[in-house]
């Protein structure tokens, strides 16, 4: 059995067609194999070597692929390890493409976008499908319909129905519908026109999932099923919510398991996971906390997506509110103002000199007093450049990411990076496993001696003044599988001060949420 599922947009992005892709993804895969593929229009290889306010964060698997935002939703929605084969970009299309033609692969023919490229997306589909062992397999295109980068996708993706059958395809066309101020009624002309653009590439949505601050009544479902050629029941509200976790319930709610089940021949059953009491117990939580998140980029939401998600992880499973309060460390001067009154601090990952003053002092304010700290990746970097210049005394103390001449490297460039020419996919990336100091606070919250975490970083914590912090108080609680490499320390003397050189809130699930986010906000609470 081999069903896919194309999740197409329209009339704005920015509408969640991540989020609902995985939602669906998250109501099959109680019984089915789901395997998730995210075909990206643009022509950068991955995201890698683009900033998060471009495309968001850039989510990094444990292969070491550097891929789109909605694989963080993907994983934490469905419960899988993803591949970064299955971000299918144009850039890698081209590449292989070249590659072919190069080599010989179409010799005698023109090369074209149909069949040649429209074949090989194709072929990259079935590819994943038969070595995942895939039941279905979920094809969310990237934009939204018009977009000209994504056309090969929706050709390709049109051209699937001829391929396996109608039985063994459903297309889902997420839209917007608007309830315009003085109208107040809810309109369904955004999604007419936008269905209409799909119905021109010929491809006929089964279901179509309407964005709306409110459910969508009946006289719109009706009209949208009218207009676009589809059943009133396929009319699913993708309701406005305070938290994505509601979206597979709300989707539940709206019947679209039944839909999908009857196009595809498919036995769904009810959703019975955990995912539901963790969702109410979030919802009625009692106790708040406020936690710092402190960094430059303003979108915070996109930009910090997988930290945000791994707090409200925590929020689910202590009954605790978390409020994220956004400190711009850009004005260094600044920082500490902003910082009154929160229960904690984090400093996450991050890329050169501007605002790292800032987020030093934010580092300094956590550690003299006494706030938990939480530190990630370029968090551990400078809470050791803190420690450094505030403990031991090493004036001027930095990062030759950030000061390439300072006297006191304590931060420096990974003896491996220091050839490293090429940008793209070139950082130390995906999963390492630490040996973890029994009896340090890490070691307790993960229980286990052995862990292992993503990441993204090319600079780590200088071994020629390993001796010098650690004299001075620092504790190294979990170091690279040689014994070289700093990859979590903590303060003992402190409720919470604790940072690692890894990513941890990329592994984070509703069920279980990551170990250094929990004790930290646990720490929080008190
Ligand atoms: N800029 C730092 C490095 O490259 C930290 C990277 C990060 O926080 N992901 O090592």
């Known amino acids: 059995m081999l069903k896919f599922i194309v999740i197409t947009g329209g009339v704005l992005s920015g509408l969640g067609k991540g989020i609902a892709a995985a939602s669906i993804g998250h109501l099959l895969s109680s019984r089915y194999k789901v395997i998730p593929i995210k075909c990206d229009g643009y022509l950068n290889v ?24 909605d694989f963080g939703h993907y994983e934490r929605f469905l419960n899988i390890t993803c591949k970064s084969k299955w971000n299918i970009t144009m850039g890698k299309v081209f590449n292989e493409i070249r590659e072919k033609e190069r080599r010989g692969d179409y010799l005698g023919k023109t090369v074209q976008y149909v069949p040649h490229v429209t074949n090989l997306i194709k072929e990259k589909f079935f590819e994943i499908a038969k070595e995942e062992d895939a039941e279905i397999v979920l094809i969310e295109i990237g934009g939204t319909v018009g977009d000209m980068e994504n056309e090969l996708y929706l050709e390709a993706a049109r051209q699937l ?23 107040n009624e809810q309109k369904s002309k955004p999604t007419q026109q936008s269905v209409h653009l ?24 009706e ?16 309701l406005d919510v305070d938290d994505i976790y509601k979206i597979p319930i709300v989707f539940e709610q709206e019947g679209i398991v039944d839909i999908i089940g009857k196009n595809l021949n498919l036995e769904i059953p009810k959703d019975t996971s955990k995912w539901k009491s963790l969702v109410r117990e979030k919802e009625s939580a009692k106790d708040r906390v406020s936690i710092a998140l402190c960094g430059k980029y303003t979108r915070l939401e996109d930009s910090y997506a997988s930290v945000i998600e791994a707090l409200n992880h925590c929020s689910a499973n202590l009954g605790c509110k978390v409020d994220v309060k956004w400190v711009d460390t850009t004005d260094e001067n600044k920082v500490e103002e902003q910082l009154k009154g ?20 934010a580092v300094r304010y956590a550690r003299e007093r006494n706030v938990p700290y939480l530190g990630l990746c370029f ?15 090493l004036e001027n103390a930095n990062s030759t990411e950030i000061d390439s001449k300072t006297a006191h490297p304590v931060v420096d460039i990974l003896p491996e990076q220091k050839t490293v020419r090429e940008k793209g996919g070139t950082m ?46 620092l504790v190294f609680s979990g170091t690279s599988q040689n014994g070289k490499l700093v990859e979590f320390i903590e303060l003992p003397s402190h409720d919470y001060f604790v940072a690692t050189q890894a990513h941890p809130e990329l592994k984070s699930k509703l069920e279980k949420p990551a170990p250094l986010f929990y004790g930290f906000v646990k720490a929080c609470m008190k």
């Open 428 to 473: 130390r990336l995906g999963a390492y496993t630490a040996d973890v100091m029994e009896g340090s606070k890490v070691f307790y919250l993960y229980n286990s001696a052995k862990v292992s975490e993503r990441h993204r970083h090319r600079y780590e914590v200088n071994p020629e003044y390993h001796k010098i912090l650690e004299d001075k108080g």
């Open 161 to 183: 129905k001829n391929d396996v059958g109608n039985d063994n395809v459903l297309y889902v066309h997420l839209t917007y519908v608007p309830i315009p101020f003085g109208a």
């Open 342 to 361: 929160v229960d904690g601090i984090i400093v996450p990952g991050g890329f050169g000199s501007r605002g790292a003053e800032g987020k030093i002092r």
């Open 223 to 238: 009209k949208i099923a009218q207009f676009c050629n589809i059943g009133k029941d396929a009319v699913i509200t993708g």
């Open 198 to 221: 799909l119905l021109q590439r010929g491809v006929q949505p089964n279901i179509i999932i309407g964005r709306c601050s409110e459910y969508l009544d009946d006289r719109i479902k």
């Open 379 to 393: 968090g551990l970097q400078l809470a050791v450049i803190e420690f450094a210049r505030d403990v031991c005394g």
């Open 46 to 69: 991955d995201p890698g070597t683009m900033n998060p306010t471009e495309h968001g964060e850039v989510f990094v698997l444990d292969d070491g692929g550097e891929v789109d935002m």
